[in-house]
């Protein structure tokens, strides 16, 4: 079977009814025990206090707006190359969800930010991407919206998705390319000098599980919708031709 079957519509309408419900349920279950673990059952850190809890939610959206711009770059890329449709709504679908996680991920990263360095901003070279990041979710999505025909929105959105990935990279490695910043290096580290200890990691780690089966559940339910759109004014168009 090759991976090509699911740029077929109707197989990925049928595949995907069939992962949506376990994907929502276990979705559900990482993101409640995730959160409930790490905001009511894990102590206070030193030097931090309660304001540590803020990563169960940081991390897992900061994580899943840079990643979900990468799908976005592949399945772009797919459509570019090999003009699957499927891909190019999947694309479209993700947008509205890496915004949101973007925009979690800026906000909450304030709300670590304002006690710990006491500020709420900084022009950090990896805060300063991620807000560049968001922006251009913005406009990919502005772009979807302000073209008609579906082909030529999937090109031009496809080609902003290509230049976006720069500050994508640079979201996600900004720490690594400049030393200077308020910003530190990664919460979860093979260096176990950098690591956190396991008491918030095994929380975390559930988190971010809950964040990507709720972001595969979201993102397949708004893949169908968009091939159900695009069904439907297919259909319009016959009507008004016959």
Same mark, same amino acid.
């Given at each position: 079977?090759?991976?090509?079957?699911?740029?077929?519509?109707?197989?990925?309408?049928?595949?995907?009814?069939?992962?949506?419900?376990?994907?929502?349920?276990?979705a559900g279950l990482s993101l409640v025990?995730?959160?409930?673990?790490?905001?009511?059952?894990?102590?206070?850190?030193?030097?931090?206090?309660?304001?540590?809890?803020?990563?169960?939610?940081?991390?897992?959206?900061?994580?899943? &707006?840079?990643?979900?711009? %990468?799908?976005? +770059? $592949?399945? /772009?890329?797919?459509? *570019?190359?090999?003009r699957h449709h499927v891909s190019a709504?999947?694309?479209?679908?993700?947008?509205?969800?890496?915004?949101?996680?973007?925009?979690?991920?800026?906000?909450?990263?304030?709300?670590?930010?304002?006690?710990?360095?006491?500020?709420?901003?900084?022009?950090?070279?990896?805060?300063?991407?991620?807000?560049?990041?968001?922006?251009?979710?913005?406009?990919?999505?502005?772009?979807?919206?302000?073209?008609?025909?579906?082909?030529?929105? &999937?090109?031009?959105?496809? %080609?902003?998705? +290509? $230049?976006? /990935?720069?500050?994508? *990279?640079?979201?996600?490695?900004?720490?690594?390319?400049?030393?200077?910043?308020?910003?530190?290096?990664?919460?979860?580290?093979?260096?176990?000098?950098?690591?956190?200890?396991?008491?918030?990691?095994?929380?975390?780690?559930?988190c971010m599980a809950g964040f990507i089966?709720?972001?595969?559940?979201?993102?397949?339910?708004?893949?169908?919708?968009?091939?159900?759109?695009?069904?439907?004014?297919?259909?319009?168009?016959?009507?008004?031709?016959?």
């Open positions: 079977m090759s991976i090509w079957e699911y740029a077929n519509p109707v197989k990925f309408m049928q595949t995907s009814g069939r992962i949506l419900p376990w994907a929502s349920a276990l025990g995730g959160l409930f673990w790490g905001f009511f059952l894990t102590p206070e850190a030193e030097n931090f206090g309660s304001s540590v809890k803020v990563i169960y939610v940081h991390v897992p959206s900061a994580m899943m &707006a840079i990643n979900i711009w %990468v799908m976005m +770059l $592949v399945t /772009s890329l797919i459509w *570019l190359i090999r709504l999947a694309a479209k679908a993700a947008a509205p969800i890496g915004a949101v996680m973007t925009l979690i991920a800026l906000i909450t990263g304030a709300v670590w930010g304002q006690p710990m360095w006491g500020t709420w901003w900084e022009w950090d070279p990896r805060l300063t991407s991620f807000l560049i990041l968001f922006l251009f979710y913005l406009g990919y999505m502005a772009l979807w919206s302000a073209i008609e025909n579906a082909d030529t929105a &999937a090109d031009l959105t496809s %080609v902003l998705c +290509l $230049v976006g /990935s720069v500050f994508a *990279l640079l979201s996600r490695y900004a720490v690594n390319f400049w030393n200077q910043g308020l910003h530190q290096g990664a919460t979860l580290s093979m260096d176990k000098a950098e690591h956190i200890a396991d008491v918030y990691w095994f929380p975390l780690l559930l089966l709720f972001f595969i559940a979201l993102v397949l339910l708004r893949t169908r919708t968009e091939i159900r759109l695009r069904r439907l004014k297919a259909l319009e168009q016959r009507e008004r031709m016959a």
